[in-house]
Structure formats: structure tokens, C-alpha cells
T-cell receptor, first 113, second 113 residues
Framework: QKEVEQDPGPLSVPEGAIVSLNCTYS??????FMWYRQYSRKGPELLMY????GNKEDGRFTAQVDKSSKYISLFIRDSQPSDSATYLC?????????????FGQGTILTVHP | ETGVTQTPRHLVMGMTNKKSLKCEQH?????MYWYKQSAKKPLELMFV???????ENNSVPSRFSPECPNSSHLFLHLHTLQPEDSALYLC????????????FGPGTRLTVL
């Protein structure tokens, strides 16, 4: 079993839709959770960063962490064609696992006009 | 220059060549990382440097040799590579005490013939 599972998609939605991206994980030591966006031929760009359980909102993006279910989500409201990219979840356990991010495979998202 | 820069952006090399990848961060960070990104696979952490000291070597073959002369520069020396080493090589940096929030460069697309 992979430590982090992420549906690779591809996911295709119309402009203006609400997008839900998800990851599940198996390591209960993970405490720090991130979402990255990666455009074609570019490096990943940090979108959201949360610690432990709860919600965090930034503009059209909301990140949710449910540690009891080992499940994290990224919601994109009013999706735009410019949101078309690969979205990567990543997580880290802190402490002695310093700097060691574990990534999901990435979900390819296309938002069509 | 801002953020994390990587050179070259593209590299084609034969299996007997020796080449080096360069990364420079302009963010005042003190930790730097090398990742490998292959098609349909999660990002794989290769090496971690914290305050110029290597703190992680994720079972990487010896044909990859990292070098971190200071907290702003990171190199990946390549020799006698295999075709399966063809991938996107990403450099990232962060504040040493920050468990998340790694910032990535654009990557070097490496092709080994």
C-alpha cells in the first residue's frame, strides 16, 4: 500500500464548477499537509499549507484535513481555465522526518471554458 | 533573479558523459533538496541539505553525487547514467525549521540516450 494515495484523474470540469481534489494516507505520524499546483513544464508551486486537522481558506481555495480519517481535500470554487494543472498533495511528519515530504501521484485537472 | 533557479533547463547526455545540474535559491532559505519526477510516479526525494550538511540520502545510486557549497547553491553531479534516469530533476528550498513550505525551481528535463 502506498503511503499517500491520490486519484490521478484526469478530471475535466466546466468553468465555474466547484472542484474537489482528495488524498488519503496511511501514516498517522503525518502532521503537515500541503497542496502544490504544477503547470506543464514548470516546477510545483505551493498553494496551501496546513498543520494538523481543520480548514484553511485562501481566496477560491479551501484545504481540509481530517486526521481521524487520514483524508485531505482541496476545494476550488468558481474554477477557471487558468486552474488547469496537475495538483499534488504532500505531507510530512515533523520531528526526525524533517524535510522529507511524501507526495501523492498528482491529479490532472482541466477546466474548459 | 528571484525564487529558485535551475540550469540547464534541458539536458541530453549519453551514458558515458559527465554533467552537472545547478540550483540557486534567492529566498534566504537554509535547506535545499533534490527531487526526481518521472511520468506517472510521485515526486521522489533524493537528497536533503540543511545548513550545508547532507541529512538525507534516499537510497540514491552513486552515479548521482550532490554537492552543497553554501546554503544558496546546490549541484547534482551525474556520471554513467542509465536511460531509466531520464526524468525531470527538481530543486527545492525551505527554511530549515519549517516542516512544509518547500519552494521549487522549474526543473531540468534530463534525457539519457
Amino acid at each position: 500500500q502506498k503511503e499517500v494515495e491520490q486519484d490521478p484523474g484526469p478530471l475535466s470540469v466546466p468553468e465555474g464548477a466547484i472542484v474537489s481534489l482528495n488524498c488519503t494516507y496511511s501514516n498517522s505520524a503525518f502532521q503537515y499537509f500541503m497542496w502544490y499546483r504544477q503547470y506543464s513544464r514548470k516546477g510545483p508551486e505551493l498553494l496551501m499549507y496546513t498543520y494538523s486537522s481543520g480548514n484553511k481558506e485562501d481566496g477560491r481555495f479551501t484545504a481540509q484535513v481530517d486526521k481521524s480519517s487520514k483524508y485531505i481535500s482541496l476545494f476550488i470554487r468558481d474554477s477557471q481555465p487558468s486552474d488547469s494543472a496537475t495538483y499534488l498533495c504532500a505531507m510530512n511528519g515533523g520531528g526526525t522526518s524533517y524535510g522529507k515530504l511524501t507526495f501523492g501521484q498528482g491529479t490532472i485537472l482541466t477546466v474548459h471554458p | 533573479e528571484t525564487g529558485v533557479t535551475q540550469t540547464p533547463r534541458h539536458l541530453v547526455m549519453g551514458m558515458t558523459n559527465k554533467k552537472s545540474l545547478k540550483c540557486e535559491q534567492h529566498l534566504g532559505h537554509n535547506a535545499m533538496y533534490w527531487y526526481k519526477q518521472s511520468a506517472k510516479k510521485p515526486l521522489e526525494l533524493m537528497f536533503v541539505y540543511n545548513f550545508k550538511e547532507q541529512t538525507e540520502n534516499n537510497s540514491v545510486p552513486s552515479r548521482f553525487s550532490p554537492e552543497c557549497p553554501n546554503s544558496s547553491h546546490l549541484f547534482l553531479h551525474l556520471h554513467t547514467l542509465q536511460p531509466e534516469d531520464s526524468a525531470l530533476y527538481l530543486c527545492a528550498s525551505s527554511y530549515g525549521e519549517d516542516q512544509g513550505g518547500q519552494f521549487f525551481g522549474p526543473g531540468t528535463r534530463l534525457t539519457v540516450l
